[in-house]
């Protein structure tokens, strides 16, 4: 039986990681910082410092932690776990979840070899961490994009109109809602890292579906499901983004399987 350890567990990625895992008859260690409520009790449940005092070498390293919420520090705090994690787990295969934030404010129709373009705090920690990561025998570093689905707890676009149409009756969109984003349902987020794992190559891949979809189909989809209106005010000053993922479709024989109008379906219904 393979031994897979994920870190930052609890998350909205984090658990589905170690759900698949032992659905697939993978060992699973799991690792949580304050909370282990989402976890899957079927997995071992251990604290950074818990693992890093044990002497076991997994097949691999899952590595999702942190988020745009996170201070600087604590975003050096995470980046620092991962070197230490680096040198213990140095025969282990990593598997970085990284984010297409790293690739910044780009105009251009995004590829996994894309420069990046001013990227933000969060991003460069992001790029750090990859930077500690490409120094290990053997790694994956999946660039995710906006990934949503149930269970999806924080305040970013789709929840926070979800919540807006089920408590007001409506959702409220800057300009025409013209911006467009590329979003990756948690089950086709969740097989991309396994498969990015199970390839033995050390590469980058773009964990993204490569279809934008506009602010205002978005929340038609959502109006499908909920009663509510869809106004529009202001100046939309959101940046659109736009990727190409071929390259990693071709190399881990992977594609998104749900259509962004299933995993609305499956968030509402």
Not at 214 to 241: A, D, R
Request: hydrophobic residues 35%; glycine residues 6%; neutral net charge.
């Amino acid at each position: 039986m393979k031994l897979a350890v994920v870190v930052g567990a609890n998350g909205f990625l984090g658990s589905e990681l170690v759900n698949k895992l032992i659905s697939c008859d993978f060992e699973v260690v799991a690792i949580y910082n304050s909370k282990y409520d989402r976890i899957n009790n079927k997995a071992r449940i251990l604290t950074s410092s818990e693992l890093l005092d044990l002497d076991i070498c997994p097949d691999f390293v899952f590595y999702s932690s942190g988020n745009y919420t996170n201070s600087h520090y604590e975003l050096l705090e995470i980046n620092n776990i991962l070197y230490k994690y680096s040198v213990k787990f140095y025969r282990s295969k990593m598997i970085y979840i990284s984010s297409t934030n790293v690739y910044g404010n780009s105009s251009d129709i995004i590829t996994e070899c894309s420069p990046y373009y001013n990227p933000s705090l969060y991003a460069l920690s992001k790029l750090a961490g990859e930077f500690v990561v490409r120094a290990m025998k053997r790694f994956s570093i999946v660039r995710l994009t906006y990934i949503y689905g149930p269970g999806i707890s924080n305040n970013s676009f789709i929840p926070h109109i979800i919540a807006s149409a089920k408590s007001n009756n409506k959702i409220i969109l800057f300009g025409k809602g013209e911006r467009e984003q590329d979003y990756i349902y948690i089950d086709d987020a969740v097989n991309i890292c396994l498969a990015s794992a199970l390839n033995n190559e050390n590469r980058i891949y773009l964990g993204a579906t490569g279809i934008s979809i506009s602010n205002k189909k978005v929340s038609f989809e959502i109006k499908k499901w909920i009663e509510c209106s869809i106004e529009f005010e202001g100046t939309e000053t959101g940046q659109s983004y736009y990727f190409n993922p071929r390259n990693t479709f071709d190399e881990l024989g992977w594609k998104p399987l749900t259509s962004f109008s299933d995993g609305i379906k499956k968030m509402l219904v």
